[in-house]
């Protein structure tokens, strides 16, 4: 039989649906892969028998002629940023570490209830915060990737959906979920060679999703391919009247939908995107999608995107702003770690509790945040960063006059080696410039594997589309995949 | 604009952090870099232009006017919302003493 920890999400979902395997056999497979990878770091916890009990349930449901759902038979990883009921959810910091949710996030109760299985929860960057996935409080997650150098330098993952890209690259899992508050889906997935797609802001419910910052947190599926990440993004997207800022529409049917004719099509080249001492790797990979988007029918234009140099300063005042917010809520007093001093009162407790709680970056980014946004400074920074932001969006409403979708690097460079950028938080920030415009707008974007580096590794390319287009940036990845035929995967060395 | 170790210090008290003075020490140079960083916003002209309140237009929603119209997120579930309490005493969290 074939090795199953080789299928991605349809195949499996085919194949149990045909009877060619059991949703069982598949479950099996995934954790004995996953029990057999722990030198990665990729889980913060495992949960084989849950992966287990959902492919009974789908296995049965078969038995009984009954339909088996989008998911049917897939287990998948869960990024420890979902609440789920009755396993410890951390965002991989010591002060949410032994919370146990007493309920489910939305996204994945509807992947449960399309048929998918948990694997475990997957190690993070803590509370999302990070480029490299080094911020976690249980330790990096190790990339399966490593340089053709001979060497053995351990690589990022990217961040701060790590876990997600590791696993799913290392055949862990099939698929992951992911969350993209700057790039956390697409410059993780670029970095390890699969594909993940951020939707449009509101796609995907954010209730139970444990927050860094509202108005640009957005979950998303990471997986092999486009179609993989086409089905799964059906089953997690959707109305949710639990989150304000869920959108009320219906979910499209995206894996229908995949079409990989650009005939009629514009895809805008962003000329701020090629900037001075760019990767030369990187700049190739780039030049190879335009030929390949061209090649399927597409009409190739150049469009200016005038205010992308700031698009990166304005969203680290924007996003430590909301997580200075949003972070308060971890006082020690009803849930997660309470550190209390001998004789200290209530403000000493918060302060020691939080001290002893959060990592050196989320620090960081709070008392960025609180700066900010304090008395005196507001219309400076924050007020300035959010017309900035308008500014940034207008960009694309423009450029979106002129073209269907937008072609860009994913990340400036491939992954670089665990510590190499850690000492230093503004380089490692600068990892997401080509992400984080399309945060700040809350436009659907997604990576794509397009090839190896000279060093061996992964190179993704990033497509941008208007709002609700996700089919449209799909589709634009489709091409790429099919045409970059990217067939590496890393070798087993854990 | 650039912050000095008082300035800091300020900043952890309002955010409720404790630091000691060597996490201080460390956390200027680090914050100034970003702060130095960030000021380049200073240059866009703004004129005119709103600030984003919204990302992708959306109609602000109302609940119906129902008591725990959805159980999983209404009232009476104290056990629930005590569950991972660090310390409860009578169906309450428990905190140290706040009135002297």
Redesign the interface.
């Known amino acids: 039989m074939t090795d199953l920890t080789n299928l991605g999400v349809a195949a499996i979902r085919d194949g149990v649906a045909a009877g060619d395997f059991t949703a069982v056999e598949v479950a099996e497979a995934f954790n004995a892969n996953v029990a057999a990878a722990a030198a990665l770091n990729a889980f913060i916890v495992t949960t084989p028998e849950r992966a287990i009990e959902a492919a009974q349930a789908t296995d049965a449901r078969r038995a009984a002629g009954q339909p088996l759902g989008k998911m049917g038979g897939v287990p998948i990883g869960m990024k420890d940023l979902f609440a789920t009921k009755g396993v410890q959810t951390t965002a991989a910091s010591h002060i949410l570490e032994g919370?146990?949710p007493?309920?489910e996030s939305t996204v994945s109760q509807k992947l449960w209830d399309a048929g998918a299985g948990m694997l475990g929860k997957l190690n993070l960057d803590q509370f999302a915060m990070g480029s490299s996935n080094e911020t976690s409080y249980f330790g990096n997650v190790i990339s399966p990737w490593r340089r053709n150098d001979g060497g053995n330098a351990a690589m990022a993952p990217g961040g701060s959906s790590g876990g997600s890209s590791a696993a799913v690259s290392a055949r862990l899992a099939p698929a992951a979920t992911g969350t993209d508050t700057g790039g956390s889906i697409r410059q993780p997935a670029a970095f390890t060679g699969i594909s993940g797609i951020k939707p449009?802001?509101?796609r995907c419910s954010r209730w139970g999703i444990v927050a860094f910052a509202s108005?640009?947190d957005q979950a998303g599926p990471m997986a092999r391919d486009v179609r993989d990440c086409a089905i799964m993004l059906e089953a997690m997207a959707g109305f949710d009247?639990?989150d304000?800022?869920s959108?009320?529409l219906p979910v499209p049917a995206w894996e229908a939908g995949l079409s990989a004719d650009m005939k009629g099509k514009k895809v805008g080249i962003p000329r701020e995107y090629r900037m001075d001492g760019m990767d030369a790797d990187v700049a190739a990979s780039w030049d190879q999608g335009i030929a390949w988007l061209k090649d399927a029918g597409a009409e190739i234009v150049e469009i200016s995107l005038p205010?992308t140099?700031?698009a990166l300063?304005?969203y680290?005042?924007i996003a430590p702003a909301e997580a200075?917010s949003n972070l308060?809520r971890y006082?020690?007093?009803?849930?997660?770690?309470?550190d209390?001093p001998d004789g200290?009162?209530?403000?000493?407790?918060?302060?020691?509790t939080?001290?002893a709680g959060?990592g050196p970056e989320v620090?960081?980014r709070?008392?960025?945040g609180?700066?900010v946004l304090?008395a005196g400074?507001y219309d400076?920074?924050y007020?300035?960063?959010?017309?900035?932001?308008?500014?940034i969006?207008h960009d694309y409403k423009n450029a979106f006059t002129e073209c269907d979708v937008i072609l860009a690097p994913t990340a400036p460079t491939a992954a670089f080696g665990l510590g190499e950028k850690s000492d230093d938080?503004?380089a490692m920030y600068l990892n997401d410039v080509f992400a984080v415009p399309a945060s700040?707008?809350?436009l659907p974007a997604m990576s794509v594997p397009a090839g190896l580096n000279r060093e061996g590794l992964p190179l993704g390319l990033q497509i941008v589309g208007r709002?609700f287009d996700e089919q449209g940036v799909l589709n634009a990845g489709l091409v790429i995949e099919q045409r970059a035929h990217f067939s590496a995967k890393p070798e087993r060395w854990w | 604009m650039s912050v000095d170790t008082a300035t800091v210090a300020k900043i952890a008290a309002l955010a409720r952090i404790k630091v000691s003075e060597a996490e201080l020490e460390a956390m200027v140079p680090e914050l100034n870099g970003i702060l130095a960083w960030v000021e380049q916003l200073g240059e866009v002209d703004v004129t005119g232009i709103e600030p984003m309140t919204a990302v992708i237009e959306n109609q602000l929603r109302l609940r119906d006017d129902v008591i725990n119209a959805d159980p999983l997120t209404g009232g009476d579930n104290r056990e629930g919302v005590l569950a991972n309490a660090p310390a409860r005493q009578d169906g309450f969290f428990g905190v140290p003493k706040v009135i002297e």
């Open positions: 919370f146990v007493e309920y449009t802001y509101g108005s640009l009247p639990k304000a800022t959108l009320d205010h140099k700031y300063p304005a680290y005042i200075s308060a006082d020690g007093v009803r849930y997660g770690l309470r209390l200290a009162g209530l403000q000493d407790m918060y302060a020691a939080r001290a959060f620090k960081r709070i008392l960025i609180t700066y304090s400074f400076a920074y007020t300035q960063a959010q017309k900035v932001r308008t500014l969006s938080p503004l700040l707008a809350g709002p």
